[in-house]
C-alpha cells in the first residue's frame, strides 16, 4: 500500500512537517502569541496549524527563526517539544507567561528560568521525579544579556511548572520559603525534553499576576476570578520578551559559529 505524502511528511500528533524548520526556535502557550512574534521576522510564514500547535517560520537579523505554540499544559506541550526535535530543532526558549511568586517581581517583569520544579504532570511518567530539570547555562546568559540590551525588568531564578493551574482542596504551601520566582506549567517538560536529548533550551516568562492560587475569588473557592493575563501590562511584557528571545536565539547561534 502507498502511503499519503502528506502523513508521511508531517509529524503524527502536531503535523508539523518532518523537515525544513530552522532549528532555532521560541515556543509560546498562545497561538496569537505565536503570530504576535513571528510579526517580528522578516518574511514569516505561517508553516502549519493543527489544533493547539500553530507554526511559522522567518528570519530574525539574519537567522532562521521557527515561532511554535504549545497549548496549555505540559502532557500537550511535550508533544510538540518532542516533535520540534525529531524535525531538528536544536535550541528551544520558552517565551511564556507566569504569576509572580516573589516580591519585587511585577506585572510585565520577565523572569528567566535557571530551573523549574518537575510539577508537570507529564514527565514523572517518563522517569524518575529525581532527575532536574534545568535550563542550558548559555541560554540563561544569552537570556540575560539580550534582557539588559533591550532594558527591561528582568529576573532569574527557579520556577515551578505545576500542571493544576486552579487551586483545590491540597494546599499550595509546598515550596513556601524556598524562593521560587513564578509559576506556570509547562517549562519542566520542555528542559527535561532538551537535557534527555543533549539539545540546548530555556525559558524567560512574562508575569502576568500573582500565583493565581492567591487570585481566588472569595465566593467561588474553586476558580481563578482575579487572573487577567489580557491586560496592556502584560502585552507589553510580551513584545519585550519576544524581543528579548529571539535576540538571545541570535546570540546563541552566533556563539556557536564562535
Ligand atoms: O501564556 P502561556 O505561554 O500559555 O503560559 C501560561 O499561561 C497558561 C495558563 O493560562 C499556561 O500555559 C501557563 O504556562
Ligand atoms: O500557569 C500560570 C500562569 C499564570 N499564573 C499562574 O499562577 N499560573
Redesign the pocket.
Known amino acids: 500500500m502507498t502511503q499519503n505524502p502528506t502523513t508521511r511528511d508531517l509529524s503524527p500528533v502536531t503535523r508539523i512537517p518532518r523537515t525544513g524548520l530552522p532549528p532555532y526556535a521560541v515556543l509560546v502557550g498562545d497561538p496569537a502569541r505565536a503570530a504576535t512574534v513571528a510579526a517580528l521576522l522578516e518574511g514569516a510564514e505561517e508553516v502549519s496549524y493543527h489544533r493547539e500547535y500553530r507554526v511559522f517560520r522567518g528570519s530574525w537579523k539574519g537567522l532562521g527563526v521557527t515561532v511554535a505554540s504549545h497549548g496549555v499544559g505540559a502532557p500537550g506541550a511535550i508533544l510538540l517539544f518532542q516533535e520540534l526535535a525529531d524535525a531538528g530543532v536544536r535550541t528551544f526558549l520558552r517565551l511564556g507567561?507566569?504569576?509572580s511568586m516573589k516580591p519585587g517581581i511585577g506585572d510585565g517583569d520577565l523572569v528567566i528560568a535557571e530551573a523549574a520544579v518537575r510539577d508537570d504532570g507529564v514527565t514523572r511518567q517518563l522517569l524518575p521525579p529525581e532527575y532536574p530539570a534545568v535550563s542550558a547555562p548559555e541560554a540563561v546568559l544569552a537570556l540575560q544579556r539580550a534582557a539588559r540590551e533591550a532594558g527591561v525588568p528582568h529576573h532569574r531564578g527557579i520556577v515551578w511548572t505545576?500542571a493544576a493551574?486552579q487551586p483545590g482542596l491540597i494546599p499550595l504551601n509546598a515550596y513556601d520559603g524556598a524562593g521560587l520566582a513564578a509559576?506556570?506549567?509547562e517549562l519542566s517538560a520542555l528542559l527535561v525534553t532538551a537535557s534527555l536529548r543533549g539539545l540546548v533550551a530555556g525559558g524567560v516568562l512574562v508575569v502576568?499576576?500573582a500565583?493565581?492560587?492567591e487570585l481566588v475569588d472569595e465566593n467561588a473557592s474553586f476558580s481563578t476570578g482575579g487572573?487577567n493575563?489580557y491586560r496592556a501590562v502584560v502585552a507589553r511584557g510580551v513584545e519585550h520578551g519576544a524581543v528579548v528571545s529571539l535576540q538571545a536565539l541570535r546570540l546563541l547561534s552566533e556563539e556557536r559559529r564562535a
Request: negative net charge; proline residues 7%.
Open positions: 507567561t507566569a504569576g505545576r493551574f509559576i506556570e506549567m502576568d499576576g500565583n493565581a492560587d487572573y493575563p
